[in-house]
Structure formats: C-alpha cells, structure tokens
C-alpha cells in the first residue's frame, strides 16, 4: 500500500502540494493527472524521499521503483548496463543479472539485440522500455512513473500504453502513474486522482469525473483535451 495523509509541500510562497491525502491498494494502479505546474512531480519525490513535507504523513510498505519521461538512461552505458544497475548496487552475480534482464526483456517486449546499444543508438520507446526494465530488475512492489510516455510519438506511445496496462495487471504492481493526459487516463482504466494547483479537486473513475464533476474544473480540464467532432470524422 501507499498513503499520504494530509501531506502539504511548500516552495517560498508557492504552495506544490495543499493537504493531499491519497490511499493507493496494494496492487493497485492509480492515475494522478493533472496540468503543468499541478504538483504530480513533486508528489512522486516525497513519495521517494527526495523531499520532504512541511506537513503530514507519507507511508509506503516495500522498495519502489521510478519511471521518469525519456527514460533518464546514462548515456556513456549500454541498454544492458542502465538497466542492470540497481542489480549491480546489490552485489547481483553476472549470471543473475543476465537471467533477470531475459525474464525483463521478455515482459516490457524488448529485442534482446539492442541491449548491447547505448541510449543514442535506441528509439524513445525502446529507451523507455529499458527505463522500464531498470524500474523492475529488483521487483519492488511500487511503481512510481512521471509522464513515463509524454516524450514519445503518437504510435510507440499508443503501443506502449496497452502494454503497460497489461504489465502492471500481470505483475500485481501498486502503480501511481503520472499523467497530464486525459486520453492515456481513461486507457488506464484505473481510479484517477485530478489534480489541480497542488490541491485534489476530484478522486474517481473516469466516468465519475465525465458525468459528476466536483467543481466546474474537472468538466473544463477533461474538455480541453477532447479533439473537436468535426475532426473525429474524418477517423
Ligand atoms: N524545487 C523547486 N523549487 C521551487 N519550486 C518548485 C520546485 N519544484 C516544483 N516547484 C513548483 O511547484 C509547483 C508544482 O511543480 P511540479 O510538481 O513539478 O508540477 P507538475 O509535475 O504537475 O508539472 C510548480 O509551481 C513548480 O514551479
Ligand atoms: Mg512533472
């Protein structure tokens, strides 16, 4: 499980995070979306203990594992080497490493010729997916990922979004996925959290949001980002 209760951030004057209180079930996913500038980031840093809050309380049972856009691959080591690395950190043997990178390979649809690439040599899909390896060699039971697609061209992110959802079901992983977009959130399926100038404006299914929304700000943040009938037509 993952829980924050009534968990505030301030930067100066500039309030990131205003009494969020946010519970994710073990095994669960849960979308936060939210604009620029809304506080999803800094959420996920307290979270890791990157930060820390002016008030309440954070708590998460277990090792986490963090997805952040572009990968955040090193660039002088191979696809192999980056996703390896927390394995090395851990004294993980050569062969351990190399049977876990196969089963991880497998599961996020990576060829296994394009390991021995550095990130230059790969496409912003495959960069993720090792991102995503690297995220998972040492099988934490919490999955943290910022806008982990957001860099990505409209068919490798189509193609990676189905398959993540599809992984963190198989895994049974407790997933708090960043977003700001209103597509990728309802793809997900999940319970979304809305959130809006630090502050959550609304928690719940993408039809909850759709045909109840809280405040007058969940109808126009999900309608910014609908395509307009008259270009859906031509689809
Ligand atoms: N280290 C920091 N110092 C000062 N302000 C920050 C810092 N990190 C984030 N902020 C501010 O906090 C707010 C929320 O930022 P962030 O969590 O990155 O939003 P999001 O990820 O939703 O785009 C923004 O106004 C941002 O400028
Ligand atoms: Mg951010």
Do not use: C
Not at 90 to 114: F, H, I, N
Not at 122 to 130: A, E, I, K, M, W
Not at 142 to 157: Q, T
Not at 170 to 183: A, I, N, P
């Amino acid at each position: 499980m993952l829980a924050l209760r009534d968990v505030t951030k301030t930067f100066g004057a500039r309030v990131a995070v205003d009494h969020v209180s946010l519970t994710v079930a073990r095994g669960t996913t849960r979308i936060l979306l939210g604009s620029s500038g809304s506080g999803k980031s800094t959420i996920l840093r307290l979270i890791l203990g990157l930060l820390r809050p002016d008030h309440g309380e954070i708590s998460v049972d277990g090792g986490m594992g963090y997805v952040v856009q572009e990968g955040a691959l090193y660039p002088h080591l191979t696809a192999r080497q980056n996703a390896t690395l927390p394995a090395r950190a851990q004294k993980w043997s050569t062969a351990r490493m190399a049977e876990r990178l196969d089963v991880l390979a497998k599961l996020v649809a990576l060829d296994p010729d394009l390991l021995d690439l550095y990130p230059a040599e790969l496409s912003g899909g495959q960069r993720q997916r090792v991102g995503l390896a690297r995220a998972l060699m040492l099988d934490p039971p919490v999955l943290l990922l910022d806008e982990p697609l957001g860099a990505l061209d409209p068919i490798s992110r189509a193609e990676l979004q189905t398959h993540l959802v599809a992984i963190f079901r198989e895994l049974g992983k407790t997933v708090l996925f960043v977003t700001h977009d209103v597509r990728e959130a309802f793809l997900f399926g999940s319970t979304i959290t809305l959130l809006d100038n630090g502050r959550v404006v609304q928690e719940g299914t993408f039809e909850d949001l759709a045909r109840r929304p809280a405040e007058r700000y969940v109808a126009e943040f999900l309608r910014a980002q609908v395509p307009p009938p008259d270009m859906t037509a031509y689809l």
